[in-house]
């Protein structure tokens, strides 16, 4: 079941909620990098946002180096090739009550 894809109009309004993360792969996603002290509290931020993102089942895509992590949230199921959604948002909201 396809999801409603933002409007251009939503999408800023996204951004300019969440002004840390910034439009990724052609506005078609949001990305933002976490830095922390070392990798135990990048490991803890990251299951964190595993239990955020297994309750709203909606996935970041993740990658972490030592106290580095990078995620990129989109709704791949979203309009016709994928996009960004109300998920995005809420998930976005919710990793940002993490730090």
């Known amino acids: 079941m396809s999801v409603p894809e933002f409007t251009p109009e939503q999408t800023a309004d996204l951004l300019k909620a969440h002004p840390d993360w910034s439009l990724a792969r052609d506005g078609k996603a949001i990305a933002r990098t976490f830095r922390f002290k070392d990798f135990s509290e990048a490991w803890g931020f990251m299951n964190r946002v595993a239990l955020l993102a297994e309750a709203q089942d909606h996935h970041p895509e993740w990658f972490n180096v030592y106290n580095?992590?990078?995620?990129?949230?989109?709704?791949?199921?979203?309009?016709?090739?994928?996009?960004?959604?109300?998920?995005?948002?809420?998930?976005?909201?919710?990793?940002?009550?993490?730090v």
């Open 68 to 98: 580095r992590v990078e995620l990129t949230l989109t709704t791949h199921d979203a309009g016709e090739t994928g996009g960004l959604s109300a998920r995005d948002a809420r998930l976005a909201q919710a990793i940002d009550g993490l």
